[in-house]
């Protein structure tokens, strides 16, 4: 029989989201033999506070650093929604899109961010774009996905339901899972450096001390921290 490779799509609002949150993580997943996908949500064009930037060209260009983020990383597709950035709502048309997708490429494990996730310690507000990007990323794994009722239309272009066996959410308010990224680290800094738009990681020793700082929790030298929800039980041993 020939093995089947494990299917992960990946779900963020903005270009260099994914990066961030969890390229260490994407990098050892790839070695591992997984088939990635990113969705980008947004285009990104939000992220430049300069007056008279062209919008389009800065979409473009953050589209560019982005394929070549993924490509550090051996994600092998990478597709974008173009919804405006910086007023991203969870609605249901998003919604219905993601399950599109979902029903489409069939993932084995969806990761995404957190959408309970408002305040980061007392320095940070969470981007309500991640906030929403997330909601309608749970909510399209469960229920919209699996349930056939949901979204008829999807039914009529061929869509069957399709049950996403792994949820794992990144920056979570409650991590419980830690995943050792010692081995791609520096893979995750270098895929950082494709953002040049949007940011310099330096000689990326501030990724390496916040890697080592999420480690500590389960003891590994470096590492990035998941909430990971398991949506098919495994059948109980005999
Ligand atoms: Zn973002």
């Given at each position: ?17 994914p ?16 088939l ?14 300069q ?64 959408p ?19 909601e ?34 990144s ?42 700082e ?25």
């Amino acid at each position: 029989m020939i093995p089947t490779p494990m299917r992960i799509l990946c779900v963020y609002a903005h270009p260099d989201d994914p990066e961030f949150s969890i390229g260490g993580s994407v990098a050892r997943w790839a070695d591992e033999g997984a088939l990635l996908t990113y969705v980008i949500i947004t285009d990104g064009a939000a992220g430049s506070n300069q007056p008279g930037q062209d919008l389009r060209e800065l979409a473009e260009t953050r589209a560019q650093e982005q394929r070549a983020a993924a490509a550090v990383l051996g994600v092998q597709d990478v597709q974008f929604l173009g919804y405006a950035d910086g007023t991203l709502e969870s609605t249901i048309e998003l919604r219905r899109t993601l399950t599109r997708i979902i029903r489409q490429l069939r993932p084995d494990r969806v990761v995404c961010g957190d959408p309970t996730a408002v305040f980061y310690g007392d320095g940070y507000i969470n981007h309500p774009d991640h906030r929403a990007a997330a909601e309608a990323t749970v909510y399209a794994v469960f229920p919209s996905a699996v349930t056939r009722p949901i979204f008829p239309d999807l039914l009529t272009e061929g869509y069957e339901p399709h049950q996403v066996r792994e949820l794992y959410i990144s920056s979570a308010m409650q991590s419980d899972t830690y995943i050792d990224i010692s081995a791609t680290l520096e893979r995750k800094i270098e895929a950082l450096r494709q953002h040049k738009s949007q940011v310099d990681p330096g000689d990326g020793q501030w990724v390496r001390d916040w890697a080592a700082e999420t480690g500590k929790a389960a003891d590994l030298p470096a590492a990035e921290a998941f909430r990971v929800m398991k949506l098919v039980q495994a059948p109980v041993e005999a």
